[in-house]
């Protein structure tokens, strides 16, 4: 969604089209498969220098692996552990597979920690800037995100366009 409302904004996306739209994501991932290497020792990674001035989208896991000799503002995209839960459980029953008995609750607790640490983590290296952006309010008012994004990084964006590109009947999975 967020890289959706960037686009629609002006700002570029670095994103290669690999992985293609589906039942589980229908306006696309966005993704740029470079950024899967992140965390196989490529100490400064080729693609960085082109993705200067664009918008790159990297799962929260791989933040701690982006190289501290370049500047970085990362829009963290925070969402309900449950939503996150059940949405994780609904790709899987498309797959055919399911979750074990209590694997949920000891996923969600997993997927806190790591939310905590990764966030002591940007906060204590000077080279990222983070704007924390709650899920549920862009969805309920897109504008006020856009506003709010356009204001952190700096730029004159098209709002409305980025307010108008949330869609919110993919919000399937609320707590």
């Not at 196989?40 to 990674?45: R, S």
């Not at 059940?86 to 209590?102: C, D, F, I, N, Y």
């Not at 906060?123 to 006020?144: G, I, K, M, N």
């Given at each position: 969604?967020?890289?959706?409302?960037?686009?629609?904004?002006?700002?570029?996306?670095?994103?290669?089209?690999?992985?293609e739209a589906?039942?589980?994501?229908?306006?696309?991932?966005?993704?740029?498969?470079?950024?899967?290497?992140?965390?196989?020792?490529?100490?400064?990674?080729?693609?960085?220098?082109?993705?200067?001035?664009?918008?790159?989208?990297?799962?929260?896991?791989?933040?701690?692996?982006?190289?501290?000799?370049?500047?970085?503002?990362?829009?963290?995209?925070?969402?309900?552990?449950?939503?996150?839960?059940?949405?994780?459980r609904q790709?899987?029953?498309?797959?055919?597979?399911?979750?074990?008995?209590?694997?949920?609750?000891?996923?969600?607790?997993?997927?806190?920690?790591?939310?905590?640490?990764?966030?002591?983590?940007?906060?204590?290296?000077?080279?990222?800037?983070?704007?924390?952006?709650?899920?549920?309010?862009?969805?309920?008012?897109?504008?006020?995100?856009?506003?709010?994004?356009?204001?952190?990084?700096?730029?004159?964006?098209?709002?409305?366009?980025?307010?108008?590109?949330?869609?919110?009947?993919?919000?399937?999975?609320?707590?």
């Amino acid at each position: 969604m967020m890289m959706r409302m960037l686009a629609a904004g002006g700002i570029p996306i670095l994103a290669d089209g690999v992985r293609e739209a589906d039942v589980s994501n229908p306006r696309g991932y966005f993704e740029f498969e470079g950024v899967k290497e992140l965390d196989k020792g490529a100490h400064d990674p080729a693609w960085l220098h082109d993705a200067r001035g664009h918008a790159v989208k990297i799962i929260s896991f791989l933040l701690t692996w982006l190289p501290e000799n370049h500047n970085y503002l990362v829009i963290f995209m925070r969402r309900d552990l449950d939503e996150v839960a059940a949405s994780q459980r609904q790709m899987l029953a498309r797959r055919g597979e399911s979750e074990a008995e209590g694997e949920a609750e000891s996923t969600r607790a997993m997927y806190a920690g790591h939310l905590a640490q990764v966030e002591r983590f940007l906060a204590r290296r000077p080279c990222f800037s983070t704007l924390h952006v709650p899920y549920a309010e862009t969805v309920t008012d897109p504008q006020a995100t856009a506003n709010r994004v356009a204001a952190a990084l700096g730029r004159s964006l098209d709002t409305a366009a980025m307010a108008a590109a949330v869609d919110a009947s993919l919000y399937r999975n609320r707590a």
